[in-house]
């Protein structure tokens, strides 16, 4: 390169350094959006700490400052996302300035307070990812206003309430809320959701088909660890895309299983509950089926010999009873899992699947009103 070139060529660089500069709205919404990080708490080599405003947030090319925690597109903030610091303090309401956010990652930090509902007004966030922060209050009706959302994470952390009706405006394909203190019916979701997480929280009532209808891309349910009650019901194991339900540590009482016509299940579990009657050889209707959990409920009653093409069962801290199918230990079938804590009769102890002992005969007795004789 010849210096005539070169020096035109830096003359360019610096042209477009000084034109391309951040809209004032979104340096204002920054320098907010910093302010609101408790100072103590943004290490030396972090992102935040490269946020010094003497230089042009957008502006290309970074050596100093601005080095991360955001990106931008035409003199706009495009995407907020901190590394993970460790920062505390809050989120400041200007973050709605930024109206040309795509993205917010903000997960794995220790922010706290409501989350702000003017962010719920941005106009073409896709990913809003909170998770696993200290963000308390409740989710407001306001989060229908996001309106491009697909992904919403805000799991891990401390958020209060119900879960808001205008929830099924939305178009997520991935919701996540596990691990928090959420309480109330589950509602109607929406339509478009492939991933349900709500594990970990303190929702009740049943399960409902207004609340799932119309689902047809679900895939993925977690449920678990909440406290939620009747009967699982058997539509819900139709739903047609479903694949993986956790619906363990709640308060059900029992569980339908209906046949499929097709079925993509692979996996269910429905431990710790109180589901009461007996075991559905409809399950072996779900062709994909591998993975059961229905370990420490109150099911009495044989286990069905069609149970023997599963990969996993576990059916273990149950009342069942009868002969184990002898398919389980043929050396045909590959299941693993565990059938002990039962009131099977007979289950070799040379199996993997007996190892845990049954319980006892007084036991037993009493859960089939002194009627059925059994021996462990
Ligand atoms: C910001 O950058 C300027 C110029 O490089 C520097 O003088 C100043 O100390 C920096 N401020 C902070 C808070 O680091
Ligand atoms: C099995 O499925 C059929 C049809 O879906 C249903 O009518 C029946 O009650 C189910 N039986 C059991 C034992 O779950």
């Known amino acids: 390169m010849n210096p005539i070139t070169l020096s035109t060529t830096l003359f360019l660089l610096l042209v477009t350094a000084i034109n391309a500069t951040t809209f ?13 990080i408790n100072p103590t708490t943004i290490p030396p080599y972090s992102c935040l700490a490269s946020w010094n405003f003497t230089s042009d947030p957008c502006s290309n ?22 590394d993970r610091a460790g920062y505390s303090g809050t989120l400041s309401p200007l973050v709605s300035q930024l109206t040309q956010l795509i993205t ?6 220790k922010l706290s307070g409501p989350i702000p509902i003017s962010l719920f007004s941005l106009p073409n966030l896709r990913t809003l990812n909170l998770r696993s922060n200290s963000f308390s209050g409740t989710i407001p009706p306001a989060l229908s206003g996001l309106k491009t959302i697909e992904t919403l994470d805000i799991s891990h952390n401390l958020l209060t309430g119900a879960l808001p009706d205008s929830l099924s405006q939305l178009g997520l394909t991935r919701l996540d809320l596990s691990f928090n203190k959420i309480k109330g019916l589950i509602p109607k979701l ?28 679900l895939e993925v349910v977690e449920l678990g660890d909440n406290s939620l009650t009747g009967t699982i019901p058997g539509w819900f194991f139709l739903l047609p895309s479903l694949q993986q339900v956790n619906i363990a540590n709640n308060k059900f009482t029992g569980i339908e299983i209906l046949k499929p016509v097709n079925s993509n299940l692979i996996a269910v579990d429905a ?3 109180k589901i009461t009657g007996y075991l559905s050889a409809n ?4 062709p994909m089926l591998s993975s059961l959990t229905l370990r420490y409920n109150k099911l ?29 230990f043929s050396g045909k079938s590959s299941v693993s899992g565990s059938l002990g804590d039962n009131c099977l009769k007979s289950c070799p102890v ?3 699947l007996c190892l845990k002992s049954q319980k006892s005969l007084a036991i037993c007795q009493q859960a089939y009103g002194g009627k059925v004789k059994q021996k462990s």
């Open 271 to 273: 431990g710790y509950n």
């Open 300 to 328: 009495h009653g044989p286990i069905p010999t069609e149970y023997s093409t599963l990969k996993r069962l576990f059916l273990d801290g149950n009342y069942l009873n009868g002969m184990p199918p002898k398919e389980f």
């Open 190 to 217: 929406p339509r478009n959701l492939i991933e349900l997480a709500l594990r970990s929280n303190l929702l009740s009532g049943y399960l409902q088909s207004a609340s799932f209808t119309e689902l047809t891309q």
């Open 350 to 352: 040379s199996s993997e």
């Open 24 to 36: 004032s709205t979104d340096i204002l919404a920054l320098k907010s959006i910093k302010s609101g």
């Open 61 to 82: 090319p970074h050596f100093t400052h601005f080095l991360c925690g955001l990106s931008c597109s035409n003199n706009r903030v495009t995407q907020l996302t901190f």
């Open 104 to 109: 917010i990652d903000l997960s794995d930090n």
């Open 283 to 286: 399950f072996s209707n779900y």
